[in-house]
């Protein structure tokens, strides 16, 4: 299936793409490997669009509670959903893991959006280069 990916943070992606149900949104599939919803154009490899990029940092947005504690990660997705207002932006993404790392040159450059087999949440895979390490 087709589907669109986009190069502009500011682009306002289709919320059945950006968050798909259960049962996948016609876009995902539950158990597939995630695809691209979000590439900056410079990190476009013909063949290799739903990979991870070698020079990018990746974190799995499901796991970032667990990693980085859970009230910083609420406390961080209300700051970014409130300067973005919109949560189907790459922008809102880019946002939310400045907050967690506390990184205001953090640069969002790929997303990746999948389906677990086993319970049907969906998680994002978010591409990025950071000013400082993370831990």
């Known amino acids: 299936m087709l589907y669109p990916v986009a190069s502009d943070k500011t682009a306002e992606l289709h919320p059945h793409l950006v968050?798909?149900?259960s049962a996948g949104s016609g876009f995902v599939?539950?158990?597939?490997?995630?695809?691209?919803?979000?590439l900056e154009t410079e990190f476009l490899v013909p063949g290799k669009v739903n990979s991870h990029h070698p020079e990018l940092s990746y974190v799995n947005d499901a796991t970032l509670g667990e990693d980085y504690g859970h009230s910083k990660v609420e406390e961080a997705r209300t700051r970014a959903l409130h300067e973005v207002s919109?949560?189907?932006?790459?922008?809102?993404?880019?946002?939310?893991?400045?907050?967690v790392f506390e990184d205001d040159a953090l640069d969002l450059r790929h997303m990746m959006v999948g389906v677990t087999p086993w319970d049907g949440y969906y998680y994002h895979?978010?591409?990025?280069?950071?000013s400082k390490?993370?831990?």
């Open 29 to 38: 599939t539950p158990g597939a490997p995630p695809i691209s919803i979000f």
């Open 125 to 130: 895979d978010l591409g990025f280069i950071a």
């Open 86 to 99: 919109s949560r189907t932006k790459p922008l809102f993404f880019e946002a939310l893991l400045r907050h």
């Open 19 to 21: 968050y798909p149900g």
């Open 133 to 135: 390490t993370i831990r």
